[in-house]
Nanobody, 122 residues
């Protein structure tokens, strides 16, 4: 299993970023996926998850209305569209694979990428 995140970088407050996660080594369309972030000095925070059929069971309150998770099973790729970013969105963002098709919570994740750093600052 390999998960490779990209798309992070420096953004100004109010700006946008689109994170991508290229998946390989497993049948991507058979598993739920998640984005998890870790801010400096803090523990991991589940941002959002998506089931195999595209159902989004969870989006953390702090990003509702701003972030959107999606997946392209034909391209084996997971996305996180981040709009109206805020300084508090600064974190290392990880893509993670679930063990299950319809469960995406932290305790169900079995493989993680190395992360892509998002910094929001003026």
């Amino acid at each position: 299993v390999q998960l490779v995140e990209s798309g992070g970088g420096l953004a100004q407050p109010g700006g946008s970023l689109r994170l991508s996660c290229a998946a390989s080594g497993f049948t991507f369309s058979n598993y739920a996926m998640s984005w998890v972030r870790q801010a400096p000095g803090k523990g991991p925070e589940w941002v959002s998850g998506i089931y195999v059929d595209g159902t989004i069971p969870y989006l953390v309150d702090s990003v509702k209305g701003r972030f959107t998770i999606s997946r392209d099973n034909a391209k084996n790729t997971l996305y996180l569209q981040m709009n109206s970013v805020k300084p508090e969105d600064t974190a290392l963002y990880f893509c993670a694979k679930s063990k299950y098709p319809n469960y995406a919570s932290l305790d169900g994740l079995d493989y993680w990428g190395n992360g892509t750093l998002v910094t929001v600052s003026s």
